[in-house]
T-cell receptor, first 119, second 114 residues
């Protein structure tokens, strides 16, 4: 498997423009997570899905952010309109869910990230 | 709110010296604990995980971590640092055996001096 694939790797845009980040999780994984990484706040969970259904979006900063997962192999994170404070690295991660005591909580596999710069 | 604290945003060690990166969590419920490593311009990779099977956990690249319930700690160690260990290290915690999302610490940047 090629791992979690994110695109684009780098995006530079101007304030007010729409930004769409894409993620292809590992085949067979049923959980997908979107995280944002900044120097000030570290890694923050934005939203996560289970079997394509959003479970918790309480980390989404505001209505300008939206995420979808139309099928098991694709998810998008959209920012409209974008602002300079949205500049960050956005990570997608996926996992295979389990409640087995022998394996414990799920292990996340991260993509390489999408570095967003909003001017 | 449950939280993870990594003491020291930057740690610098000499090559061959002991590496100690500290992680403490806040909870009375036994957690599931992880250490991830992030190399420049890459995503996070799993170093090791604790899932209650043993308090001393061995991971990749010679790293290990010990779960100490009484101290609510899960510090990461390596006996002898190598230049290739220079990276950012994140402690993460989950408080259920199911798939509740991980809560990450703010990270510790490890520098290794030749």
């Amino acid at each position: 498997d090629a791992g979690v694939i994110q695109s684009p790797r780098h995006e530079v845009t101007e304030m007010g423009q729409e930004v769409t980040l894409r993620c292809k999780p590992i085949s067979g994984h049923d959980y997908l997570f979107w995280y944002r990484q900044t120097m000030m706040r570290g890694l923050e969970l934005l939203i996560y899905f289970n079997n394509n259904v959003p479970i918790d979006d309480s980390g989404m900063p505001e209505d300008r952010f939206s995420a979808k997962m139309p099928n098991a192999s694709f998810s998008t994170l959209k920012i409209q309109p974008s602002e300079p404070r949205d500049s960050a690295v956005y990570f997608c991660a996926s996992s295979f869910g389990t409640t087995s005591e022998s394996s414990g909580a799920n292990v996340l596999t991260f993509g390489a990230g999408s570095r967003l710069t909003v001017l | 709110a449950q939280s993870v604290t990594q003491l020291g945003s930057h740690v610098s060690v000499s090559e061959g010296a002991l590496v100690l990166l500290r992680c403490n969590y806040s909870s009375s419920v036994p957690p599931y604990l992880f250490w991830y490593v992030q190399y420049p311009n890459q995503g996070l990779q799993l170093l090791l995980k604790y899932t209650s099977a043993a308090t001393l956990v061995k991971g990749i690249n010679g790293f290990e971590a010990e779960f100490k319930k009484s101290e609510t700690s899960f510090h990461l160690t390596k006996p002898s640092a190598h230049m290739s260990d220079a990276a950012e290290y994140f402690c993460a915690v989950s408080w259920n055996s199911g798939n509740t999302p991980l809560v990450f610490g703010k990270g510790t940047r490890l520098s290794v001096i030749a």
